[in-house]
């Protein structure tokens, strides 16, 4: 059976909530084989970031040339990328002609941060730039537009001076700590804009959010699916699993991976899988 292949360059999260952890969750129920080498080993949990420690530039070099010496990814992205000279070594390899979704992650929903401010700098010259995809929360927009984000139109301007000074292909600014609704606003450098509402869950347990949207995403256009679309089936899957999240731990508890596929009628019914297998 073919299946494609998607790789995530991040933290980890013994919790399993977020970082990787989260990322080969996503992967893996949107039916992708998912990769992932690790940059910064993060001892965490629900209620917060603990220790943190950062794998030497060798480790991250060998496992990249590792998957990409032997599995070529269809798609990758990245999340947690604490230091510049990370940056430095992993730009070629997000460079190379597949999608590339950057969650430009800061810190953690648990209000720690992740990232150096240097890591912040690098993250707008170099990654930014050659990304298909960024998903930016409205802090991490406030960092990488400069600006404060209080209203619908803060969002069009930041959006905007994002496409136009950081250059990717398209931002998705995510409306989780914005507004009434989970709104989340999609602009491309060639002007649409797309926006998706998800009703706005009154719960803690939102640990993760940001990876499992961005894996989603990931694994979508690993598939080869166009990427508005792939934002509108993240959407539909984080929504679904923030409101049957399993309420686990004592702090911010991560969210369900199983509720979309057992709960929407996707498009990967076992006919279809059934149907690729014939293909083989
Ligand atoms: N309470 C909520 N109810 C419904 N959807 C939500 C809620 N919180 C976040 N979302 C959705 O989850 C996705 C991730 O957005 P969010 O703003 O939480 O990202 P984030 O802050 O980067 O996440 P993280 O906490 O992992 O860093 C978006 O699609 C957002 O709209
Ligand atoms: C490793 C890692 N990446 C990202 C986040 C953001 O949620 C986190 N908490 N941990």
């Known amino acids: 059976m073919k299946l494609h ?92 002609p597949i999608p590339y979704v950057m969650d430009p992650v800061m810190i953690a929903t648990s209000g720690d941060r992740l990232v150096s401010d240097e890591a912040v700098h690098f993250l707008k010259s170099k990654l930014i730039p050659i990304a298909t995809v960024i998903t930016p929360n409205r802090n991490e927009a406030e960092v990488l537009a400069d600006m404060s984000i209080t209203c619908e139109s803060d969002i069009t301007t930041a959006a905007n001076r994002i496409l136009q000074d950081l250059g990717p292909q398209v931002v998705i600014i995510k409306g989780g700590h914005i507004g009434e609704n989970a709104t989340d606003y999609a602009f491309t450098k060639d002007g649409n804009v797309r926006t998706w509402t998800s009703p706005k869950y009154d719960t803690v347990h939102t640990h993760g959010t940001g990876c499992t949207f961005s894996a989603v995403i990931t694994a979508e256009l690993a598939k080869g699916r166009d990427v508005m679309d792939a934002i509108g089936i993240a959407k539909d899957y984080i929504a679904l699993a923030i409101k049957y999240n399993p309420a686990l731990g004592n702090g911010c508890g991560p969210v369900n991976h199983m509720a979309y596929g057992l709960l929407s009628n996707g498009p990967e019914t076992m006919d279809e899988l059934l149907k690729n297998d014939e293909r083989r």
């Open 5 to 96: 292949t998607a790789l995530t360059i991040a933290g980890t999260d013994p919790s399993g909530g977020a970082g990787i952890m989260a990322d080969l969750k996503s992967f893996q129920s949107r039916n992708v084989y998912g990769m992932a080498v690790v940059t910064s080993v993060v001892a965490q949990n629900t209620t917060g970031v603990h220790h943190v420690e950062h794998l030497s530039l060798e480790s991250i070099e060998k496992q990249l040339h590792d998957v990409y010496s032997d599995i070529m990814p269809q798609a990758v992205k990245t999340g947690m990328i604490a230091l510049p000279e990370m940056m430095d070594l992993i730009y070629p390899y997000v460079s190379k």
